[in-house]
């Protein structure tokens, strides 16, 4: 299984929206609504953030939301705050019933 | 509140096998939830290696299947990884984590609660 595809950075200035995507195929991303999102900051535990594309679990602030076109994934960070600052890895359900996250994108809040 | 607390030696030779253990404090392990392992190679993305159900059933990343054995430890609220045959390309930060549970009664493919991670390196 290949390792989903994300940009590697994306930056933005505070109070700016921001997307992150995701690509897939069809055997993961695009077949079935079970794209996750993760925020890890250096030497944190990484936070949950996204699940089923575009669910929030309780406590994770409405400005980041999750979407999905065909293929490809998408995070969405309004409001920018400095705190965003920090690496974004989606994940995604495979044909194969195991789990495949991306290579990670690097957000700087400019 | 649960919490996940990895560990294990930090130097593994070459050849030989990678043991950890996850420490989860502030839940049973037996009464529910699905748990995992993931990994995080220097410079490089998440890799998940497997899950294991409370009763537990496993699954296993098809590239890693063959060396790994994920296991539960009831007696210590545990549960433990064994990866065999380990080198440099297993050198990595090894995340324990559990699957997320919707409130509407499924296990989603994703993971809420996370440890620190723990640093393994592969080196003789």
């Known amino acids: 299984q290949s390792a989903l595809t994300q940009p590697a950075s994306v930056s933005g200035s505070p109070g700016q929206s921001i997307t992150i995507s995701c690509t897939g195929t069809s055997s993961d991303v695009g077949g079935y609504n079970y794209v996750s999102w993760y925020q890890l900051h250096p030497g944190k535990a990484p936070k949950f953030m996204i699940y089923d594309v575009s669910k929030r679990p309780s406590g994770v602030s409405n400005r980041f939301s999750g979407s999905k076109s065909g293929n490809t994934a998408s995070l969405t960070i309004s409001g920018l705050q400095a705190e965003d600052e920090a690496d974004y890895y989606c994940s995604s359900y495979t044909s194969s019933s195991t789990l495949v996250f991306g290579g990670g994108t690097k957000l700087t809040v400019l | 509140q649960v919490q996940l607390q990895e560990s294990g030696p930090g130097l593994v030779k070459p050849s030989e096998t990678l043991s950890l253990t996850c420490a989860v404090s502030g839940y049973s392990i037996t009464s529910g939830y699905y748990w995992g392992w993931i990994r995080q190679p220097p410079g490089k993305g998440l890799e998940w290696i497997g899950t294991i159900y409370h009763s537990g059933s496993t699954s296993y990343n098809p590239s890693l299947k063959s060396r790994v054995t994920i296991s539960i430890d009831t007696s210590n609220n545990q549960f433990s990884l064994k990866l065999t045959s380990v080198t440099a390309a297993d050198t990595a930060v090894y995340f324990c984590?559990?699957?997320?549970?919707?409130?509407?009664?499924?296990?989603?493919?994703?993971?809420?609660?996370w440890g620190q991670g723990t640093m393994v390196t592969v080196s003789s």
């Open positions: 984590a559990r699957r997320y549970f919707d409130s509407s009664g499924y296990y989603p493919d994703a993971f809420d609660v």
